[in-house]
């Protein structure tokens, strides 16, 4: 997106011809992420039901008409919010993992995770709300949207067998699955009981102890 | 409350002279639970928000006076259907424990809730989606009601200490939430992916099997 934001004021874009239709795109582009913008501070704020295209048309400072112009309904607006929140949380953990043993790396990236999105509380509390009644199909998109993330635990378990510290016949899958659920089922600690991102980390990091002690060689 | 319906034709009831207050209490407790039968299925079949008390009192044959006769808001509604069926279901897996090694009991316990709980599949689905976005007043009813089930699982693995299946260190409280997040977490693919029970079971005793790795003495 920010790549044809940025042909608008392209020399290159400009000698071809084309900086109406570039100018047009850009527009077109800043409407689509103000419409983003605006339902993702409303989903945060109420959740995804009571959250109306309405309200977030309101919110966006423009007409439902031109909310719809962009997206189909609220679901589609909605995954694309998840889409590309879950995609920036994946990249903050794969960073975040660094090097080191894979307890370690994997309770680096997990941490890093809670604090790339503690500020996105309430629309992580949405989206996992959702995530547990929804139809399928809206099921299998918003598990494509976080697959980066559990790709993230699964490919740091997977170096660990490759560096020896895990097992060979770790089950990468159920780990990975054990893992993910003890990580999201924690920012209910922090919507519930105010923990703090310490806190978080200091808890899945006995999860994770407690979740490799079968399979560690160490 | 079977208890004070059956008073209605309790001779004992009737010598002390109170039948028409007894009657009368036992059309209350009827009515409430003819409520709380429409909001169940209600809610099971569209989630929280979008069930209104209006078609829930319409789902019981009567006014929505009569509804809020018995119940102040949709909230306490919802929490009375949990407490009931939460409370029922740990009766179930309590009893679905039977004997043998903590794994064993353990997963047989969890089996029973998946045996005794699948048919009220949506209904789940919708008490944990409302578990990740309400009020911490609602939240801290919702774990008390809740409180019955983890308490199965804490107390197995307690026994399990005392038997010396486990270290004398094992962390009760971290392996039952951990535990319990897995359970709750296997509804999903009963939901999405059209688990049956046994493969619900088969997946738990797998995660049971990491999750006790590293605590059991055999």
Known sequence: MRESASTVVSPAAEAQGQPRINRRQAAKVRT?????????????????????????????????????????????????VLTEDMAGLADVMKNGAGDGTTRGRLVNALSAGYHGSIDQLPLFQAIVARSWFQPVAAETRQRAATEGLTGVISDILRSGIGAGDLKQDADIALLTELTW??????????????????????HIGRQVDTLLAGVSTR
């Open 32 to 80: 689509r992420q103000k419409v983003l913008d605006a339902a993702r501070g409303l989903f945060a704020e109420r959740g995804y039901e009571p959250a109306t295209i309405r309200d977030i048309a309101k919110g966006a400072g423009m007409s439902t008409g031109a909310v719809f112009a962009n997206f189909q309904d609220k679901a589609e607006l909605f995954e694309a």
């Open 181 to 202: 659920d003890a990580y999201l089922s924690n920012y209910r600690r922090a919507a519930y009981d105010g923990w703090s991102v310490e806190q978080l980390a200091d």
